[in-house]
Every structure is written in C-alpha cells, then in structure tokens.
C-alpha cells in the first residue's frame, strides 16, 4: 500500500501511526477540557453591594440597548 516502519519486529503503515499521534496528542486536551467546570457567566466581583447593583444595572441597560440577535 504505502509506506511502513519497523517496529518491534513488525511492519506499521504510516496512516496508522498517524492516527495514533493525532489520538496521543488529542486525547489530553480533550480530558482536560471535559474535565473543567464552567464558571457562571454572571458572577461579578464586586468590592461592595453598591458597585455589585450599579453593574447589574448597567449590564441590563446595555442589553436593552443592544439589538437581538436572529
């Protein structure tokens, strides 16, 4: 078919050993993306409740303001 290396005393073609480069590097990423937890999009850090309500409210003033998007 195509090329191969020996390995071990046995011959691999090179799309397989691709495959499993893509699958060595990948699969790390994967887990570690599956393994975060999504931080709430709302939280707000805030030094006190005036600054806290100020941004609510200006956050929903901007959202009002802002056209929906279809």
Known sequence: ???????????????????????????????????KKEASGNAIKAASQDEEDFIREFVKAAEEDQPKNV
């Open 1 to 35: 078919m195509g090329a191969e290396y020996i390995i071990f005393g046995r011959a691999i073609p090179t799309y397989k050993l691709a495959i499993a480069t893509y699958a060595l590097v990948s699969a790390p990423v994967i887990a570690m993306q599956m393994g």
